[in-house]
């Protein structure tokens, strides 16, 4: 029931920055925690960041640690991935991901993409040197 939309992507030099944004909508009062997830071309989807919508707390993969941020502005139902220093390694379709209470039961990692019952369109991110 939750509806995702990301936006925000584009074609960067590297080293430059973007701030990708996820608008959450429709019974948003269900999330529980979210997440940017990004696939490169022939790759596995991997986790970027996750965000508990409440408190905050936050989680970051190695390869994004120190250079990404992610946000939430609860009052306004958006997720945020502010991302800085971005190298070709970081061109990837990149995707925000909700998960509920219910979908979180039981799940002992934050990166599990079976953790999140909602998903939005993706948004391509191109980083060139």
């Known amino acids: 029931q939750v509806q995702l939309v990301e936006s925000g992507g584009g074609s960067v030099q590297s080293g430059g920055s973007l701030r990708l944004s996820c608008a959450a909508s429709?019974?948003?009062?269900?999330?529980?925690?979210m997440a940017w997830f990004r696939q490169a071309p022939g790759k596995e989807r991997e986790a970027v960041a996750s965000i508990t919508w409440s408190a905050g707390v936050t989680n970051y993969a190695d390869a994004v640690k120190g250079r990404f941020i992610i946000s939430r502005d609860n009052a306004k139902d958006m997720l945020y991935l502010q991302m800085n220093s971005l190298s070709p390694e970081d061109t990837a379709m990149y995707y925000c991901?909700?998960?509920?209470?219910?979908?979180?039961?039981?799940?002992?990692?934050?990166?599990?993409?079976?953790?999140?019952?909602?998903w939005g369109q993706g948004t391509q991110v191109t980083v060139s040197s």
């Open positions: 429709k019974d948003t009062y269900t999330i529980y925690q």
């Open positions: 991901a909700a998960a509920t209470r219910a979908s979180y039961r039981g799940v002992t990692n934050a990166f599990d993409p079976g953790a999140y019952s909602y």
